[in-house]
């Protein structure tokens, strides 16, 4: 069943979280439906700006609703993640997106609420929901580098005017996550101070944790081990600390370096061991059945039901 965003927030908030995954091939479409029916977990499916350069726009849409016939009984919203104004209208049109982001969030305020607003305006007029970004998080995101000075923490006292004058149904905040496989330099984590005063201002209001993949040490390992040269200091948000952040009003914790990790250790770990092999679809089922896995082990993690 294809839900809103909002409609979805409405059930999961303080009790569990929703992943919010990109994809970008069929593989990994496949995957995410997969395990959400077996796991029967909603779940976001998502695309980037980078996801329609690479696979066009089309493609994406006709993988999703093609995965929603073979996977007749998941729970989903389909979702444009750090959209620019061109994209979620083309998204708004195509009827195939239940909500967009408009990531305005490195404008200064005053513009910020304008173009989140002109957005709210289009899409509730479908009945789209809209997440809003205020706060600029750190690092890589597809080709984007934020540089760590240039980040900001979400200023806890802006939150309540933003969300009353964009009328947003969702909140995505810098809480200390970036983007990419390096996110943090020591063992700072999440600065729980800064969302709690957040959740305090906006109650009841869902929150979106952007930067919210694991970066298993254990597939760090396993690709540097196939040939990979991923840098020590790969770290990714601590479980503990999501699944507090999902007590504290974040409803939605968006995943992309994880399953780009997955790819990565399946193709590598495939070739260095099977070196013989020629064919796309044999590594291809493999990345599908522990695609499958990992995100079990997501929903498992984030309450998901
Ligand atoms: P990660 O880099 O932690 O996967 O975050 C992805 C993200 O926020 C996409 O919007
Ligand atoms: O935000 C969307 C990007 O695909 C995230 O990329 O995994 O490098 O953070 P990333
Ligand atoms: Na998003
Ligand atoms: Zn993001």
Not at 272 to 283: I, L, M, V, W
Request: with cysteine; charged share 25%; aromatic share 10%.
């Amino acid at each position: 069943m294809l839900l809103t965003t909002k409609e979805i927030f409405k059930k999961c908030y303080g009790k569990y979280g929703i992943p919010a995954v990109n994809v970008f091939y069929m593989e990994e479409v496949h995957g995410l439906f997969e395990a959400a029916q077996k796991a029967n977990a909603p779940f976001i499916v998502q695309t980037t700006p980078f996801a329609r350069d690479y696979a066009h726009p089309k493609m994406l849409i006709a993988m999703i609703e093609a995965a929603a016939k073979i996977y007749p009984k998941v729970v989903y919203a389909v979702h444009v993640d750090h959209g620019v104004e061109e994209h979620i209208y083309d998204a708004i049109d195509s009827g195939s997106y239940t909500s967009v982001m408009i990531d305005a969030s490195h404008d200064d305020f005053d513009t910020n609420v304008a173009r989140t607003k002109a957005v709210v305006d289009r899409a509730h007029a479908k009945g789209i929901s809209v997440e809003a970004e205020l706060g600029v998080l750190a690092g890589i995101e597809d080709d984007i580098v934020i540089e760590a000075g240039k980040s900001s923490y979400t200023n806890p006292k802006d939150v309540e005017r933003f969300v009353h004058a964009t009328d947003c149904d969702c909140l995505a905040i810098a809480v200390g996550t970036s983007h990419g496989a390096y996110k943090f330099k020591g063992k700072q984590g999440i600065q729980f101070h800064i969302l709690e005063e957040i959740q305090q201002r906006l109650p009841e209001f869902p929150l979106v944790l952007h930067g919210g993949s694991s970066v298993n040490p254990e597939e760090i390992r396993r690709i540097n081990n196939a040939g990979g040269a991923l840098k020590d200091d790969a770290q990714g948000v601590a479980m503990a600390e999501i699944q507090k952040a999902i007590s504290l009003g974040v409803c939605k914790i968006n995943i992309a370096t994880d399953t780009r990790l997955l790819w990565t250790r399946v193709v590598r770990e495939f070739f260095r061991d099977t070196p013989e092999q020629f064919a796309p679809t044999t590594p291809g089922k493999v990345l599908m059945e522990e695609y499958v896995k990992f995100m079990l082990n997501k929903f498992d993690d984030f309450g998901t039901t």
